[in-house]
């Protein structure tokens, strides 16, 4: 039974279709990554599933219940969070704030309580940090809570983002670029981190990643997207060995080993993400 | 424009940048004259006999233009001087050249403030014989700013201590000197204040205090050595102070008499709302220029409940009254932010400040006249306790504590929000509302609570005014007191609590208390508002993470993108 | 799911209020028009009138919204300021009108009153445009990477800064625009019940919004600004000077503006320190309406604004006996703001503005 439902999804801006008919099943407890060429329409597809945009056609259907027109507090509640590729920390905010926000519709404290600070209230903030701190530790940033985010160093950032994701309890994780501006032994450290997540948590991960090495050691399956459709889908070594993905990625002067599609895809990161 | 550096063996100067400034210099200062700043701010004396407010208004736009000048060259040395002083020149160059064009052609019929008396200030009486002089004074102030700009810093600050000393001192002179005249401090009074401004002898006293006073806390490093003291030991040392604060706070309308006793009063009040907006703005982020709807609505349901007069449907008392006047804000906002809530940031300003001016128009239509008095209002509005006039609760006074507790009441539970579920939600949704709603937050219920919140402070605030006027019209229902209000909280630092103390106290409190301020005060407001942005968006008292947060980049898909979300409401 | 029974009422409440809000709208606005319609207290003469008196205002509107759907295609601000801006060319067209005046020049002949006008208009949009131009320089330029509050906030304390400034260097007193002759005589249709300077006001805007048009999609820098309004990033990679569109956009809104100064103290004969703030919001309702960013959208939006606000009142509201009727004719304004902002913020014909910043 599939977690996670595309059928002909299909989203567009004004002229441009970002995404076009595409189809996705996600099994539980699985890893799967979706690569391409810059302007593939990969965030794309997930702001799509994340509820950040509303797709156009096709349906979407998470654990059986459709998500296409819901707001994105719905959908986090029904067990779905993200990581971002620009990391999005709430800056002003320390490090264990950023992280208690995200148990914020776990928690029940009204402004009445706030301010009265009754038993009951002081109890739950009380448990909410010790989780909180629990979930600090559990991805590595055990000791830094009271900072403020945004003097993290940036691999502790992209950490403590992800430990913001998981408060809320999803089911399935989004992660976007997570080894972004990585040198390879965080690279390594991630890649090992992502793996444990679906092991020790369970939890269905869908990965957006230009370094192949993680894609090809981590992934069970691989989608490949350009030009917003899928051209490819199966097994890393069957991905590797597929001529349409060789031809979508040397056609850009990228070689399918990743190394070149890095440096382009930190050049025009910017300038793509109109189009991804 | 092309910079020229000169070559010296001092370094070089970009006499081209320097010019520049001495054009902005020279815009400042003619600026100043011709909206009048310099003419009615003449009428004050700083130190009595020796320079008016006005004078010291160009006195340090001089020093600024010397200053940047010099800023502006590469390095120090007498060539960094000389630029400043031409810098300066300039500036005095374009007094010059208005008082010499005004003496020719009358230009009063452009300008209001384009007068003779203004020639005569500039001139310092001399008349055209004395054309000289402000390009003098602007060559010897430029110099100085220069100078000023080259010495090590630790000169610099208790030159700057003295300046903001003085400015404070001599504005407040009077007002203590009153304060004085009738306790045993008289003829220190007499000393150190003249009936406007400071004496001579005041002025250097001024010096010495507080530029003194600030170089030993910086030598002796007081302020670090009492944060790291035990908490038992800190203590010892931190609630002397705070008491002594709270006995001057409480006694201030019965020592500085009646007219300062109603000005607190509403710096009170504005205190009171500014820590409600503080909620609404401070920590979520919601720019609501229509603070004032809710005002209005505590002011009128206050009115329409107590008033003895006849539009008066109840005349209750105003204690029954006022928990009314709170809960219909609360339900007004409810009602109006239930709809607005789910559009974007700068469109909601708008939409605010929309409402805002419809309910002003509203209250003082003929179509509510029969309910709401029209443009007559409500009169006749008692106040809260019924005192004889000699009691110290008489007058202005009773409202001043009663809107000092209650912003003491609002000030805690700004606190005890802010470090609760709903304040980190309120921060992350001023940080990102993408971002927190995509990890569980409804935005609009959770911004529905922050807008409730702010109006039922702001309805609190408007019927404790309606007590203190006695009276409400439509006409009191005005955008500026929401400005004010967004000032208080801007300026003062987003969702601080002492900053917005201090916000009030200065935007609120000097204006009313010193007249000159009251007809150039959105002037300042709008240039302190385009100023602080530029330069410190965090606000004068920011809160402890503030700082960062508000110099951050958006370049990123961030709030400000118009994307096609799926849509929040409606 | 859980979904508390709270979350439920709310989303309840508001989608409950806003059709309230539609249904009560639709409600004054159809059973007044027939009861007003119905009682034929009015002839067809007033409406038309009315409806020309409508489009006159729109005009006004509709240039001032220009400067502001432009300013907010290009930087995604709402210049705050742009009242000031028109309130400015008002008053820049004032001084020369008086100075001609003083001269004998302004009614010595038709022609020369024609010339006077053009002599205004240029006065006027040269005050303007420097005004704006300084504005953007100080207020908004050192804040274009901020995030979005605070130029906004920096916009409305230069609104403030200018309104204020105005009323040290002018007094607050109101001026009077000296009287054109010419303009107040009545165009020889009779039943349009128009005066010359109704015509006067129509033709100008017309022919500046033409220009305008022609400005942003024939110049080579016109299409420079659709060009960063689309996506500044890119525009920028392809060699566009970005700051220059950016300030050229400032001098044409404002531009236009100064004109609408103008125009609005030829045809009200009032003007003072204050009169930019009003009109100013209107004109960014029209800008909305239309669809911010969208050019002809604000031409549009102007005149549906004008019409509604100079019928609208009588209209909607006459026939269910609400008193004075006009002294709600601003209520009907910001009403429509706030509705267009709830309801449909893109506008009628949609907005031009990017998806990504």
Redesign the interface.
Known sequence: MAQLVAKGVTKR??GLVAVYGLDLEIEPRSIVSVIGPNGAGKTTLFNCI?????IDEGELVFEG?PID??????????GI??T???I?L?????AI?NV??????F?S???V?????TPG?REE?EK?HEEARRILRYVGLQGNEEG?A??LPYGDQRRLEIA??L??QPRLLLLDEPTAGMNPAETQKMTTFIRRLRDELGITILLIEHEMRVVMGISERIAVLDYGEKIAEGSPSEIQSNPRVIEAYLGRGAAAAGQSARVEADATQ??A??QA | MVVRMTESPFGQVSWGKALRIGGAGAAVAVFLCVVGIVPVFHERPLITGIISLGQTALLLSALGTGYAAARATAQGGPLALLAAASAGSIAGVALTALVLIGSAVDLRAVFLHASPQLYEILTFGQGLTGSWIPIALGALLGAVGGLVSNVRVDLRRPLTTALFALLLAGLFAGILRAAMLTTPLADLARLLFASVGLTVIGAIATVVLFAGGRELLYYTNLRQRVQEMPPAQRRVVTWPAILVAAVVILVLPQALGSFVAQVIAVVALYVLMGLGLNITLGLAGLLDLGFVAFFAVGAYTVGLLTSTAEFGIAQWPFWAAIPFAVIFAMLFGAILGLPILGVRGDYLAIATLGFGEIIRLLAGSDLLKIWLGGPRGIINIPKPIDVPPDHFLAGPNQIYYIALACAVVIAFVAWRLRGSRLGRAWLSIREDEDVAQALGVNLVQTKLLAYMLGAAFAGLGGGIFASLVGSIFASSIQLFVSINVVAIVIVGGMGSIPGAVLGAVFLIGVPELFREFTEYRFLFYGAALILMMRYRPEGILPTKFAAREVHLESGELGADTVVAAPAESG | MKTSWLERLTDLAIAGFLWAFRIAVVLIVLIGSALTLASGKYPPETWLNLAVQGLTLGMIYSLIALGYTMVYGILRLINFAHGEIFMAGAFGGYFVATALAGLGFLNQSPVTSLVSILLMLAGAMAVSVTLALLVERIAYRPLRNAPRLVPLISAIGASFFLQYTFRGLFGPGIYAYPSVDILQVAVPVDVLRMRWVDVLVIATAFAMMGGLYLFVQRTKIGTAIRAVSEDKATAALMGIDVNRAIVTTFAVGAAMAGAAGVMYGLMFRQIFFFSGFVPGIKAFTAAVLGGIGNVPGAMLGGIFLGEVESVGPTLFLDGLNVPSPNQLKDVIAFTMLVLVLIFRPSGILGERITTRA
């Open positions: 801006f004004g994340a509820g950040w945009y509303r219940t027109m819901l707001r994105r507090d719905q959908i986090a509640r029904l969070a993200r971002y590729q620009n999005r709430f800056a002003g905010m320390s704030e208690l926000v995200g148990q914020h519709h928690l404290a009204g402004w309580g706030a301010v009265l600070r209230v903030e909410a403020q945004s003097n913001r994701a408060t809320t910017n300038h993400e109109a």
